[in-house]
């Protein structure tokens, strides 16, 4: 059974930073491409960023968030994290992470290409 444990939202004051985590377990962590996806009210998940498996050298990100958002990963502790810096009142939503449903994979801005998903933490950035 595959485990994804978000953590580290809360509400944030306009250009501040938050480190969100996400523990996995029940899968062979390193081998398998991560991802993080959110989610405002009353409009579609979206990609955010993706880091591949291994020593994580890919990563891809949507563009508002390039410069300002950085996804690493910590095999040795099975976490994937989401570093956001210069926070914006439009980056307020429900963050998920998810990994990929192949392992050995590069990572993908497409959600259909994962198939275990954590429970979300929010995120609230105020103006």
């Known amino acids: 059974q595959v485990q994804l444990v978000e953590s580290g939202g809360g509400l944030v004051q306009a250009g501040g930073s938050l480190r969100l985590s996400c523990a996995a377990s029940?899968?062979?962590?390193?081998?398998?491409?991560m991802g993080w996806f959110r989610q405002a009210p009353g409009k579609e998940r979206e990609f955010v960023a993706a880091?591949?498996?291994?020593?994580?050298?890919?990563?891809y990100y949507r563009d508002s968030v390039k410069g300002r958002f950085t996804i690493s990963r910590d095999n040795a502790k099975n976490t994937a994290y989401l570093q956001m810096n210069s926070l914006k009142p439009e980056d307020t939503a429900v963050y998920y992470c998810?990994?990929?449903?192949?392992?050995?994979?590069?990572?993908?801005?497409?959600?259909?290409?994962?198939?275990?998903w954590g429970q979300g933490t929010q995120v609230t950035v105020s103006s």
């Open positions: 029940g899968r062979t962590f390193s081998s398998y491409a």
């Open positions: 880091i591949s498996g291994g020593n994580g050298v890919v990563t």
């Open positions: 998810a990994v990929e449903r192949s392992p050995y994979g590069l990572g993908s801005r497409n959600s259909y290409e994962y198939d275990y």
